[in-house]
């Protein structure tokens, strides 16, 4: 039986990383309501 997700990190990293979210003001403003929210991880 296969694994239902097969997530990729290299491509998450790409897509969705800190750097990557820190570079738009929209990525900043979703890490800042992941920090208000108290996320244990605030990206990938």
């Known amino acids: 039986m ?3 997700l097969r ?4 491509k998450a990293k ?3 990383g ?4 820190m570079s ?3 990525g ?3 890490i800042k309501a992941r920090r208000a929210k ?4 605030l990206s990938v």
Do not use: A
């Not at 997530?7 to 290299?10: D, H, L, M, N, T």
């Not at 800190?18 to 979210?21: G, P, T």
């Not at 108290?38 to 991880?41: H, L, P």
């Open 18 to 21: 800190f750097l990557k979210r």
């Open 38 to 41: 108290g996320r244990y991880r």
């Open 7 to 10: 997530g990729s990190i290299s």
């Open 14 to 16: 790409k897509g969705s």
């Open 28 to 30: 900043q403003k979703v």
């Open 24 to 26: 738009t003001k929209s």
């Open 2 to 4: 296969k694994r239902t």
